[in-house]
């Protein structure tokens, strides 16, 4: 069974620009969630969809934003990128949260200039 | 609002040592889960267990184990002849009863020599 697959894996863009990164669960898994991991603030968590509806989300300010489709794919979306956006964005997905474990992607990392 | 806090920030040790992680934490939840996740220097978090706040056996996996004690809040982790492999940064995590996020430890960087 394929995992999780972030892509990029690698990003370079400067600041005021906004950024899509990708994220295809494992076959089968409904919940997609999103963190963010800092050398400053750790792994924190961003959002979380199931079902193409947004169902919690973090503590980040509205130019963190993300969607579901249909096929569980998720995207998240960066706008007006500053500085302190650079940060490895790890992807997860679990067939249900519910008492089901999260499975990582390799995560994408965004380096803003 | 929950917390984890793992106090060890890196533990370098010799290979075939035994270690131990420490996992401390806080919630106000009843019924809350606890996880240990591997993220190696490819990145990626690798999931190791999972465990119920209402399920405090201690477990054993091979080489790993997990001693969890609710009198203390802590959920501490033991690698058993440490091997250059586990070199690693290792994160405890703790959920609501939803599971629907998880809040992580700082983590711990685990150098295991040859």
């Known amino acids: 069974k394929a995992g999780v697959t972030q892509t990029p894996r690698y990003l370079i863009k400067t600041r005021g620009q906004q950024v899509t990164l990708s994220c295809s669960p494992i076959s089968g898994h409904r919940s997609v969630s999103w963190y963010q991991q800092t050398p400053g603030q750790g792994l924190q968590f961003l959002f979380e969809?199931?079902?193409?509806?947004?169902?919690n989300k973090g503590n980040f300010p509205g130019r963190f934003s993300g969607r579901q489709f249909s096929n569980s794919r998720s995207e998240m979306n960066v706008s007006t990128l500053e500085l302190g956006d650079s940060a490895l964005y790890l992807c997860?997905?679990?067939?249900?949260?519910?008492?089901?474990?999260?499975?990582f992607g390799n995560g994408t990392r965004l380096t803003v200039t | 609002a929950q917390k984890v806090t793992q106090a060890q920030t890196e533990i370098s040790v010799v290979e075939k040592e035994d270690v131990t992680l420490d996992c401390v934490y806080e919630?106000?939840?009843?019924?809350?889960?606890l996880f240990w996740y591997k993220q190696p220097p490819s990145g990626e978090l690798v999931f190791l267990i999972r465990r119920n706040s209402f399920d405090e056996q201690n477990e054993i996996s091979g080489r790993y184990s997990w001693n969890f004690q609710k009198s203390t809040s802590s959920f501490n982790f033991t690698i058993t002849a440490s091997q250059v492999v586990d070199s690693a940064v290792y994160f405890c995590?703790?959920?609501?009863?939803?599971?629907?996020?998880?809040?992580f430890g700082g983590g711990t960087r685990l150098m295991v020599k040859p």
């Open positions: 919630t106000r939840d009843t019924t809350y889960y």
């Open positions: 997860a997905s679990s067939f249900t949260t519910l008492n089901s474990p999260l499975h």
């Open positions: 995590a703790l959920s609501d009863n939803a599971g629907n996020m998880l809040t």
């Open positions: 969809y199931f079902s193409e509806t947004q169902r």
